[in-house]
């Protein structure tokens, strides 16, 4: 039997009351946060007329931080409830961007085993098979909200600086393999090493040449 639970998932601030429990151990709340250091090389596909291409991009590296009392200078309000605004204040002060929940609406909670609260992304999606809890993370929805936090300004357009390291990282990464090229499996995989590379420093000079406009392109491709 497979039972569906992504219907049920309230937004953080609602109670879900009446509704079956999903069988899955509590867990805390939480946020995300970036550090304008940390990117994800990404690749697009958009359609233009009949033709399909390829859009290499950096993504905002965006991070779940749990709000576990007495963990990261969380406080304790009582039992398993915490209030992270500290935590927080130092984060930003640091020059992380905080993205809380009540601002942009990421996390459902779901009714849980011993009578608890599971929190989770909106993108994690549960259903329960053979009494398993399955669970599947939506990455190209996920990957389109980290776009619109760039695309609305909520973070900046990475610096040429950061982006250089990453590509300056993945150059190294080929010469592990260059004595073995003769054999076949390896050549490709040399190949794609490559034109990784070159991808990268195609996404760095896009960024660099169009800016915002280069990340709407993919967002509205």
């Known amino acids: ?40 090389y990404k690749m697009f596909e958009i359609t233009k007329g009949k033709k399909t291409l390829e859009c290499p991009v950096f993504l905002p590296s965006v991070d779940m931080e749990r709000v576990v009392p007495g963990v990261n200078g969380v406080h304790q309000i009582r039992n398993e409830i915490g209030d992270a605004s500290s935590r927080m204040g130092k984060l930003r002060a640091q020059g992380h961007i905080i993205l809380e929940p009540t601002d942009y609406d990421y996390m459902r909670v779901y009714p849980a085993k011993y009578g608890g609260k599971h929190h989770a992304p909106k993108w994690q999606n549960f259903r329960v098979l053979a009494g398993q809890v399955i669970s599947k993370f939506d990455m190209e929805n996920f990957d389109q909200w980290r776009l619109e936090l760039v695309v609305n300004g909520i973070i900046a357009l990475p610096d040429p600086h950061f982006l250089e390291l990453y590509i300056i990282e993945a150059r190294k990464h080929p010469g592990r393999l260059i004595p073995s090229q003769h054999l076949t499996e390896v050549k490709r995989e040399l190949d794609q090493m490559y034109k990784k590379i070159r991808d990268m420093e195609m996404a760095m000079a896009k960024i660099e040449a169009s800016g915002i406009s280069y990340y709407e392109e993919i967002l509205n491709g």
């Open 1 to 40: 039997m497979t039972n569906q639970f992504t219907e049920m998932a309230q937004p953080w601030s609602m109670a879900a009351p009446g509704v079956q429990n999903l069988p899955i151990n509590p867990n805390h709340p939480f946020y995300y946060r970036h550090w304008p250091a940390t990117w994800n």
